[in-house]
Each structure stands twice: as structure tokens, then as C-alpha cells.
């Protein structure tokens, strides 16, 4: 839901900061049960999301004498496979809440894409793991490549989409990340340029959508012992140049990973399809009628598209930024002897996420509907 799901504002009245700080003391137990089965509420992943990691990495290695991909390290092919598999993730997520809202008749008070998008951000941040995090950082990564494309292409901003735009959308991956851990995250909101009021209201957002999400799915959890709905899922054939997008993703599992955690969180009214196949348009949709969530390969290679026309350009740019602020800090005279260094391993960082970086640009990557 919405960070306006209770119709409070946020604000000095005391009664929003008596709801935030209500859900401050019991959104333990609510982002507990976000996205784990209802019969308990293990922090544990199950097999299915620990291997996910270890077959990207297959993956990569799988793709070394792949034209485009042979000139890489094997590094720098599993982060692009990463990237690719991170951000298709998450539009499965996305796609997967626009389902649970249709087919559980869940209440929006606000914009269903946003509160889509917030469910894919929540559920990867109660994971918690390391790969996760990389996940959103990938997601975020990718709304910023599409956003400096659509500019660079002279795409016009499509205020009226029900989309946000793209650069909004990056930005409130961060804003929930910052909310939910203050202190872990902030180099990562110092490197965004996020003033102190907006990490503050951050932590309130993050709050209310975790409250929110928790609260309107909690009927539907299922007792303990209840058999789950039957989640298929189907590879199409990859045509052309996606075949090699369509095999990846097969081994990767990405479907029957996001299918097995989906059966044991929610009572699911009927059985439905996760599908990938070639769709000849870049897209990713839910389909009431036929009850399928499709994601669509051209979407991988679009992802890919991305990645690689940006990904180098705006980490050069990021490590010359570094550079310079290298260089004047070792020539600035010390007036106060030397000083303790966060370190770089301990740093989220965003490249080519900087606020100058321009107006925002249109979703583009996928909506809904075709």
C-alpha cells in the first residue's frame, strides 16, 4: 500500500509520529510475515533462493565464449548476469503484486504501480541478504540506464503515464533502503544527496508501506498444515538472439524460485502460470482472465541492452568523480593530523545516480499493460 494508506499526513501533529512509531515497535513481527509462509515466521530462505546466487554464477561462466561476452572477465559477466537476472526479479515481484491485488481483491489507496513496486521492494529487503541488496541496487542501476537512454534518445516525459517516472521510481528503491536501516544506508543517502527531512520521512514511508502490505495480506496467510495452491511455470523457446536469454533464465530458475515462496506465503484463490516467452515487444504483464504472469525475454535483452550501452560509461564517470575528490583531499593541508576512513567495503554505492544527472525520463522498461 501507499505511505498514505491510514489517510494520515505525516507531520507535527504528534498522531502520525504515534503511527510511525507504533509501527516502529511492531513491524518486526508485520515484515516477518510479509513474505514468509503463514504458518511461522523463519528468517531462513528456503533452498530454492540460496542457490539463485550460486547459478548466476554457473551462468556466467556458461557465457564465456558468447560474442559479446567473451572479452570480459568472469566478474564482469556474472555482473552482468546479475544485473539482467536481478532486474527481471524484480519485475516478477511487481507483477506478482499486481496479481495478489486482482486476485485477492486487495485494497490500493494510491497508485497500483507504486504500491507494486513497493511490494517488490519490501519483500527483497525482508530477505536481507547480501544478493538481495544487490538486487535493488541492480533495479535501481537499471531506472537510472533507462532514464539517461530515453534522454539521450530524446524521449519526451510522459507526466500523465501511470507509471512514475523512471528516475522516481530509482529513487524510492533508495528512499525505502535508507527507511529501513537509517544507519547501514547512509553513505548510500549521502552519495543520493538526500537531505536530512527526506531520510527522516523515509523511515516513515518505509514504515506505513511494511505496516500496510503486512496488514492487507494477513487473512490470506494460510494455517498451518493447509496444502498450497499450485503455481506452474513455463520456459517458451527463445527466438533468435533470445535463446540465449531464455536458457539462462531456465537455469537460473528465477520462476520456480519467486513460484515456491509465492505458494507458501498466500491462500491463492486459484492455481495460475508464471511464464517467460518471446513475445515480439518488450514487456511484462498479469493477465486476469488467463490467470498467467508473463515476462517476456525481450525485456532480459533489453536489460542486457542497457548494461552494457551504460553500465561502463557511468562507472568511468564515478571513478574519475573518486579520483578528484582522491587527489584534493590528498593535497588539502591537514589541519587536524589523520583521519579514520569508512572504507569502501562498508559503501552502497549507486553509479551514475547523481542529482545533476538531469530531468527524469519515462518508464520504459515495462508496464502492465501492453
Known amino acids: 500500500m501507499g505511505a498514505v494508506a491510514y489517510g494520515q499526513?505525516?507531520?507535527?501533529?504528534?498522531?502520525?509520529?504515534?503511527?510511525?512509531?507504533?509501527?516502529?515497535?511492531s513491524c518486526a513481527v508485520f515484515f516477518a510475515l510479509l513474505f514468509s509462509g503463514g504458518a511461522g515466521v523463519s528468517q531462513s530462505m528456503p533452498p530454492e533462493s540460496e542457490q539463485l546466487p550460486a547459478r548466476i554464477i554457473e551462468v556466467g561462466r556458461s557465457l564465456k565464449d558468447h560474442p559479446r561476452l567473451r572479452k570480459l572477465t568472469q566478474q564482469e559477466r556474472?555482473?552482468?548476469?546479475?544485473?539482467?537476472?536481478?532486474?527481471?526479479?524484480?519485475?516478477?515481484?511487481?507483477?506478482?503484486?499486481?496479481?495478489?491485488?486482482?486476485?485477492?481483491?486487495?485494497?490500493?489507496?494510491?497508485?497500483?504501480?507504486?504500491?507494486?513496486d513497493e511490494f517488490?521492494?519490501?519483500?527483497?529487503?525482508?530477505?536481507?541478504?547480501?544478493?538481495?541488496?544487490?538486487?535493488?541496487?541492480?533495479?535501481?542501476?537499471?531506472?537510472f540506464f533507462s532514464a539517461r537512454r530515453d534522454r539521450n534518445d530524446g524521449e519526451p516525459l510522459a507526466f500523465y503515464d501511470e507509471h512514475s517516472l523512471d528516475q522516481q521510481r530509482a529513487y524510492q528503491i533508495v528512499c525505502l533502503m535508507v527507511g529501513h536501516n537509517p544507519n547501514e544506508m547512509a553513505d548510500l543517502a549521502n552519495e543520493m544527496k538526500f537531505p536530512d527531512?527526506?531520510?527522516?520521512?523515509?523511515?516513515?514511508?518505509f514504515a506505513r508501506a511494511s505496516l500496510s502490505w503486512a496488514a492487507v495480506l494477513k487473512p490470506h496467510r494460510p494455517e498451518a498444515g493447509q496444502p498450497n495452491i499450485k503455481i506452474e511455470t513455463i520456459y517458451g523457446d527463445g527466438k533468435g538472439d533470445l535463446?540465449?536469454?531464455?536458457?539462462?533464465?531456465?537455469?537460473?530458475?528465477?520462476?520456480?524460485?519467486?513460484?515456491?515462496?509465492?505458494?507458501?506465503?498466500?491462500?491463492?484463490?486459484?492455481?495460475?502460470?508464471?511464464?517467460?516467452?518471446?513475445?515480439?515487444?518488450?514487456?511484462?504483464?498479469?493477465?486476469?482472465?488467463?490467470?498467467?504472469?508473463?515476462?517476456?525475454?525481450?525485456?532480459?535483452?533489453?536489460?542486457?541492452?542497457?548494461?552494457?550501452?551504460?553500465?561502463?560509461?557511468?562507472?568511468?564517470?564515478?571513478?574519475?568523480?573518486?579520483?578528484?575528490r582522491s587527489l584534493k583531499r590528498s593535497t588539502r593541508p591537514s589541519l587536524r593530523g589523520t583521519r579514520a576512513s569508512n572504507g569502501a567495503g562498508g559503501r552502497r554505492s549507486i553509479a551514475g545516480a547523481t542529482r545533476d544527472d538531469s530531468a527524469p525520463a519515462p518508464a520504459r522498461a515495462f508496464k502492465r499493460h501492453p
Open 197 to 205: 527531512d527526506r531520510r527522516e520521512s523515509c523511515k516513515k514511508d
Open 120 to 143: 517488490a521492494i519490501l519483500t527483497l529487503l525482508r530477505m536481507g541478504t547480501a544478493f538481495t541488496h544487490r538486487v535493488l541496487t541492480d533495479a535501481t542501476k537499471g531506472w
Open 9 to 25: 499526513r505525516i507531520g507535527s501533529d504528534g498522531r502520525s509520529n504515534n503511527v510511525v512509531r507504533f509501527c516502529l515497535r
Open 78 to 116: 556474472e555482473n552482468a548476469v546479475e544485473f539482467v537476472v536481478g532486474n527481471m526479479l524484480f519485475v516478477l515481484l511487481h507483477e506478482l503484486a499486481h496479481a495478489a491485488i486482482a486476485d485477492l481483491g486487495l485494497p490500493v489507496l494510491g497508485r497500483e504501480e507504486d504500491t507494486a
Open 243 to 324: 535463446d540465449s536469454f531464455a536458457q539462462g533464465l531456465r537455469a537460473v530458475r528465477l520462476l520456480e524460485t519467486v513460484a515456491g515462496r509465492a505458494a507458501d506465503a498466500v491462500v491463492w484463490p486459484a492455481p495460475f502460470t508464471l511464464e517467460m516467452q518471446s513475445c515480439g515487444f518488450i514487456n511484462a504483464r498479469w493477465t486476469d482472465e488467463s490467470r498467467k504472469l508473463t515476462l517476456c525475454y525481450e525485456l532480459a535483452a533489453d536489460f542486457a541492452e542497457l548494461y552494457h550501452n551504460f553500465n561502463k560509461v557511468v562507472a568511468a564517470k564515478q571513478e574519475s568523480k573518486e579520483s578528484a
